[in-house]
T-cell receptor, first 114, second 111 residues
Protein backbone atom coordinates (compact mmCIF):
# COMPACT_ATOMS: atom_id res chain seq x y z
CA UNK A 1 0.00 0.00 0.00
CA UNK A 2 1.02 3.61 -0.54
CA UNK A 3 2.66 5.67 2.19
CA UNK A 4 0.62 8.80 2.83
CA UNK A 5 1.73 11.82 4.81
CA UNK A 6 -0.23 14.86 5.89
CA UNK A 7 0.91 18.26 7.10
CA UNK A 8 0.29 19.64 9.59
CA UNK A 9 -0.55 16.78 11.93
CA UNK A 10 -2.48 19.16 14.15
CA UNK A 11 -3.18 22.85 14.51
CA UNK A 12 -5.08 25.27 16.68
CA UNK A 13 -6.52 28.20 14.75
CA UNK A 14 -8.53 31.31 15.41
CA UNK A 15 -11.99 31.71 13.95
CA UNK A 16 -12.12 33.57 10.67
CA UNK A 17 -8.74 32.34 9.51
CA UNK A 18 -7.92 29.65 6.92
CA UNK A 19 -5.72 26.57 7.07
CA UNK A 20 -4.28 24.58 4.18
CA UNK A 21 -3.65 20.88 4.71
CA UNK A 22 -1.25 19.00 2.49
CA UNK A 23 -1.42 15.35 1.48
CA UNK A 24 1.58 13.66 -0.13
CA UNK A 25 1.73 10.09 -1.45
CA UNK A 26 4.93 8.20 -2.20
CA UNK A 27 3.63 6.72 -5.45
CA UNK A 28 1.24 7.62 -8.21
CA UNK A 29 -2.39 6.97 -7.39
CA UNK A 30 -5.52 7.13 -9.46
CA UNK A 31 -7.82 8.86 -7.01
CA UNK A 32 -7.49 11.07 -3.97
CA UNK A 33 -10.25 11.99 -1.54
CA UNK A 34 -10.76 14.24 1.46
CA UNK A 35 -12.83 13.20 4.49
CA UNK A 36 -13.86 14.85 7.71
CA UNK A 37 -14.26 13.11 11.06
CA UNK A 38 -16.00 15.30 13.59
CA UNK A 39 -15.41 14.56 17.27
CA UNK A 40 -16.84 11.17 18.19
CA UNK A 41 -18.38 10.77 14.76
CA UNK A 42 -17.84 8.71 11.65
CA UNK A 43 -16.11 9.83 8.48
CA UNK A 44 -17.87 11.96 5.91
CA UNK A 45 -16.60 12.45 2.37
CA UNK A 46 -15.96 16.09 1.51
CA UNK A 47 -14.81 15.76 -2.08
CA UNK A 48 -12.91 13.83 -4.70
CA UNK A 49 -9.72 15.64 -5.69
CA UNK A 50 -9.35 15.49 -9.47
CA UNK A 51 -5.96 15.87 -11.03
CA UNK A 52 -5.77 18.99 -13.15
CA UNK A 53 -9.42 19.95 -12.75
CA UNK A 54 -11.92 21.13 -10.17
CA UNK A 55 -12.75 18.80 -7.30
CA UNK A 56 -16.10 17.01 -7.11
CA UNK A 57 -17.88 18.00 -3.92
CA UNK A 58 -20.43 16.02 -1.93
CA UNK A 59 -23.74 17.42 -0.86
CA UNK A 60 -23.27 19.95 1.93
CA UNK A 61 -19.72 20.90 0.98
CA UNK A 62 -18.81 23.81 -1.31
CA UNK A 63 -15.69 24.99 -3.04
CA UNK A 64 -15.68 28.41 -1.38
CA UNK A 65 -15.44 26.81 2.04
CA UNK A 66 -13.18 23.85 1.15
CA UNK A 67 -11.07 24.68 -1.90
CA UNK A 68 -9.05 21.71 -3.08
CA UNK A 69 -6.11 21.44 -5.42
CA UNK A 70 -4.45 18.44 -7.01
CA UNK A 71 -1.68 19.59 -9.30
CA UNK A 72 -0.25 16.10 -9.92
CA UNK A 73 -0.84 12.41 -9.20
CA UNK A 74 0.85 12.38 -5.79
CA UNK A 75 -0.13 15.63 -4.06
CA UNK A 76 -3.29 17.41 -2.96
CA UNK A 77 -4.26 20.24 -0.64
CA UNK A 78 -7.46 21.01 1.23
CA UNK A 79 -8.07 24.50 2.58
CA UNK A 80 -10.56 25.10 5.34
CA UNK A 81 -11.64 28.71 4.85
CA UNK A 82 -13.08 31.28 7.21
CA UNK A 83 -13.03 28.77 10.03
CA UNK A 84 -15.51 28.53 12.88
CA UNK A 85 -15.47 26.23 15.93
CA UNK A 86 -17.81 23.87 14.04
CA UNK A 87 -14.93 23.11 11.67
CA UNK A 88 -13.00 21.47 14.51
CA UNK A 89 -12.45 17.96 13.19
CA UNK A 90 -9.91 15.51 11.95
CA UNK A 91 -9.36 15.91 8.21
CA UNK A 92 -8.10 12.87 6.36
CA UNK A 93 -6.95 12.30 2.85
CA UNK A 94 -7.25 8.91 1.25
CA UNK A 95 -5.95 7.41 -1.96
CA UNK A 96 -6.88 4.62 -4.27
CA UNK A 97 -3.95 2.91 -5.91
CA UNK A 98 -3.44 1.83 -9.48
CA UNK A 99 -4.87 -1.63 -8.81
CA UNK A 100 -8.06 -2.54 -6.95
CA UNK A 101 -10.60 -0.34 -5.23
CA UNK A 102 -9.21 -0.22 -1.71
CA UNK A 103 -8.65 3.21 -0.19
CA UNK A 104 -5.79 3.91 2.17
CA UNK A 105 -5.87 6.76 4.61
CA UNK A 106 -3.37 9.31 5.73
CA UNK A 107 -2.72 9.88 9.46
CA UNK A 108 -5.10 12.84 9.56
CA UNK A 109 -4.85 16.48 10.58
CA UNK A 110 -6.48 17.36 13.88
CA UNK A 111 -7.87 20.88 13.66
CA UNK A 112 -9.15 22.87 16.61
CA UNK A 113 -10.79 26.22 15.97
CA UNK A 114 -11.13 28.61 18.89
CA UNK B 1 -28.31 6.82 -1.81
CA UNK B 2 -25.83 4.39 -0.36
CA UNK B 3 -25.69 3.97 3.38
CA UNK B 4 -24.21 1.74 6.06
CA UNK B 5 -25.78 0.91 9.40
CA UNK B 6 -23.86 -0.42 12.37
CA UNK B 7 -25.28 -1.63 15.63
CA UNK B 8 -25.67 1.05 18.25
CA UNK B 9 -23.37 1.66 21.16
CA UNK B 10 -19.94 0.56 22.37
CA UNK B 11 -19.09 -3.09 22.86
CA UNK B 12 -17.39 -4.17 26.07
CA UNK B 13 -16.26 -7.75 26.50
CA UNK B 14 -13.72 -9.88 28.30
CA UNK B 15 -10.52 -11.19 26.81
CA UNK B 16 -11.03 -14.43 24.82
CA UNK B 17 -14.72 -13.70 24.31
CA UNK B 18 -16.41 -13.93 20.91
CA UNK B 19 -16.95 -10.64 19.12
CA UNK B 20 -19.64 -9.81 16.61
CA UNK B 21 -20.29 -6.36 15.19
CA UNK B 22 -23.29 -6.09 12.91
CA UNK B 23 -23.22 -4.15 9.67
CA UNK B 24 -25.96 -3.82 7.08
CA UNK B 25 -25.96 -1.71 3.97
CA UNK B 26 -28.19 -0.13 1.37
CA UNK B 27 -26.74 0.33 -2.08
CA UNK B 28 -27.47 0.22 -5.76
CA UNK B 29 -25.55 -2.40 -7.66
CA UNK B 30 -22.86 -4.49 -6.06
CA UNK B 31 -20.57 -2.39 -3.90
CA UNK B 32 -17.31 -3.51 -2.35
CA UNK B 33 -17.47 -3.80 1.43
CA UNK B 34 -14.80 -2.96 3.97
CA UNK B 35 -14.01 -3.00 7.65
CA UNK B 36 -11.62 -0.30 8.83
CA UNK B 37 -10.13 -0.10 12.33
CA UNK B 38 -8.89 2.90 14.28
CA UNK B 39 -6.66 2.02 17.22
CA UNK B 40 -6.28 4.60 20.01
CA UNK B 41 -4.14 7.49 18.83
CA UNK B 42 -3.62 5.99 15.39
CA UNK B 43 -4.95 6.51 11.89
CA UNK B 44 -7.58 4.55 10.03
CA UNK B 45 -6.40 1.16 8.80
CA UNK B 46 -7.98 -1.32 6.44
CA UNK B 47 -8.83 -4.50 8.35
CA UNK B 48 -10.46 -6.59 5.64
CA UNK B 49 -12.56 -6.36 2.50
CA UNK B 50 -14.86 -8.32 0.20
CA UNK B 51 -15.70 -7.39 -3.35
CA UNK B 52 -18.56 -9.71 -4.31
CA UNK B 53 -21.34 -11.80 -2.84
CA UNK B 54 -20.27 -14.75 -0.67
CA UNK B 55 -16.68 -13.50 -0.51
CA UNK B 56 -15.13 -13.81 2.94
CA UNK B 57 -12.58 -11.24 4.02
CA UNK B 58 -10.19 -12.16 6.82
CA UNK B 59 -7.25 -10.64 8.66
CA UNK B 60 -5.75 -10.85 12.17
CA UNK B 61 -8.33 -13.45 13.19
CA UNK B 62 -11.24 -11.27 12.09
CA UNK B 63 -13.68 -12.44 9.42
CA UNK B 64 -16.64 -10.99 7.55
CA UNK B 65 -18.75 -12.53 4.78
CA UNK B 66 -20.49 -10.51 2.08
CA UNK B 67 -24.15 -11.58 2.29
CA UNK B 68 -26.11 -10.16 -0.61
CA UNK B 69 -29.41 -11.78 0.43
CA UNK B 70 -29.35 -10.07 3.82
CA UNK B 71 -27.27 -7.03 2.68
CA UNK B 72 -24.93 -7.62 5.58
CA UNK B 73 -21.21 -7.75 6.33
CA UNK B 74 -20.94 -8.65 10.01
CA UNK B 75 -17.50 -8.67 11.62
CA UNK B 76 -16.53 -11.60 13.86
CA UNK B 77 -13.58 -12.75 15.88
CA UNK B 78 -13.52 -15.92 17.89
CA UNK B 79 -11.25 -14.85 20.75
CA UNK B 80 -10.51 -11.18 21.30
CA UNK B 81 -7.44 -9.74 22.97
CA UNK B 82 -6.90 -6.50 24.83
CA UNK B 83 -4.98 -5.27 21.79
CA UNK B 84 -8.19 -5.49 19.73
CA UNK B 85 -9.60 -2.52 21.63
CA UNK B 86 -10.34 0.05 18.94
CA UNK B 87 -13.10 1.68 16.92
CA UNK B 88 -14.36 -0.41 14.02
CA UNK B 89 -16.01 1.11 10.94
CA UNK B 90 -17.96 -0.70 8.26
CA UNK B 91 -17.91 0.96 4.84
CA UNK B 92 -18.97 0.47 1.25
CA UNK B 93 -17.50 1.77 -1.97
CA UNK B 94 -19.68 2.94 -4.82
CA UNK B 95 -18.85 2.85 -8.53
CA UNK B 96 -16.94 6.12 -8.19
CA UNK B 97 -14.91 4.71 -5.29
CA UNK B 98 -16.54 7.05 -2.81
CA UNK B 99 -16.72 5.46 0.63
CA UNK B 100 -19.78 5.60 2.83
CA UNK B 101 -19.07 4.77 6.47
CA UNK B 102 -21.15 3.47 9.30
CA UNK B 103 -21.06 5.31 12.62
CA UNK B 104 -18.43 3.02 14.07
CA UNK B 105 -18.38 0.84 17.15
CA UNK B 106 -15.96 1.27 19.99
CA UNK B 107 -14.77 -2.11 21.24
CA UNK B 108 -13.27 -2.33 24.71
CA UNK B 109 -11.67 -5.63 25.72
CA UNK B 110 -11.15 -6.10 29.45
CA UNK B 111 -8.35 -8.36 30.70
Amino acid sequence: SAVISQKPSRDICQRGTSLTIQCQVDSQVTMMFWYRQQPGQSLTLIATANQGSEATYESGFVIDKFPISRPNLTFSTLTVSNMSPEDSSIYLCSVRGLVGDTQYFGPGTRLTVL
Amino acid sequence: GNSVTQMEGPVTLSEEAFLTINCTYTATGYPSLFWYVQYPGEGLQLLLKATKADDKGSNKGFEATYRKETTSFHLEKGSVQVSDSAVYFCALSDLNNRLAFGKGNQVVVIP
